[in-house]
């Protein structure tokens, strides 16, 4: 069954340092979402692509996040530089073309910890 | 704005124990209304969802009807298992472009043997 793949699945840093994520979404999938959990609440929309193009970072702090996805297959959030805030599980999800498109296929996310 | 709103948890439970998590949601229009579990160390998966009034979403025993009246989705479950033991979220999409989905901020459910 295809996945959604993210790497690394766990990265310590310490504050003021950049880090960076990495996801490959389902093969076909055009549309990508980035997600921020923070421990004991939901994921909240950080960035929404749509192939290569962004949809909808409302949400992304563009001081220090940013967001690419060249070729609108893989892509990669960046922060620089990390704040002990910033520590949180970052999700990735993509969803289909076509028919069930609300459907949202996560992959195993990667857990930051600044310190 | 559109938000979504599930009981607090932790909830602990016997195994073959009865199971409902409540949720309500606020929303414009007929959003799409789901729930999605998340195993420890796993990413979210879906578990079920409905897409417009009355319907009812099923899955691994797994229940729960879209009350528009109530703007209610609550989870149901007749006999719950150890493996049943999940953090729990429901989620909307509002239907008005784009796919965007607003979670819930979970329900942690143990299950004891």
């Known amino acids: 069954e295809a996945e959604v793949a993210q790497s690394p699945r766990y990265k310590i840093t310490e504050k003021s340092q950049a880090v960076a994520f990495w996801c490959d979404p389902i093969?076909?999938?055009?549309?990508l979402y980035w997600y921020r959990q923070i421990l004991g609440q939901g994921p909240e929309l950080l960035v929404q692509?749509?192939?290569?193009?962004?949809?909808?970072d409302s949400q992304l702090p563009k001081d220090r996040f940013s967001a690419e996805r060249l070729k609108g297959v893989d892509s990669t959030l960046k922060i620089q530089p990390a704040e002990l805030g910033d520590s949180a599980m970052y999700l990735c999800?993509?969803?289909?073309?076509?028919?069930?498109?609300?459907?949202?296929?996560f992959g195993p996310g990667t857990r930051l910890l600044v310190l | 704005g559109d938000s979504v709103t599930q009981m607090e948890g932790p909830v602990t439970l016997s195994e073959e124990a009865f199971l409902t998590i409540n949720c309500t949601y606020t929303?414009?229009?007929?959003?799409?209304l789901f729930w999605y579990v998340q195993y420890p160390g796993e990413g979210l998966q879906l578990l079920l969802k409905?897409?417009?009034?009355?319907d009812k979403g099923s899955n691994k025993g797994f229940e729960a009807t879209y009350r528009k009246e109530t703007t209610s989705f609550h989870l149901e479950k007749g006999s719950v298992q150890v493996s049943d033991s999940a953090v729990y979220f429901c989620?909307?999409?509002?239907?008005?472009?784009?796919?965007?989905?607003?979670f819930g901020a979970g329900t942690r459910l143990f299950v004891k043997a």
């Open positions: 999800a993509s969803t289909q073309t076509g028919t069930d498109q609300e459907t949202q296929y």
């Open positions: 989620a909307l999409s509002p239907n008005t472009g784009g796919f965007k989905t607003i």
């Open positions: 093969s076909g999938h055009a549309t």
């Open positions: 409905a897409t417009k009034a009355d």
């Open positions: 692509f749509q192939d290569e193009s962004v949809v909808d």
């Open positions: 929303a414009t229009g007929y959003p799409s």
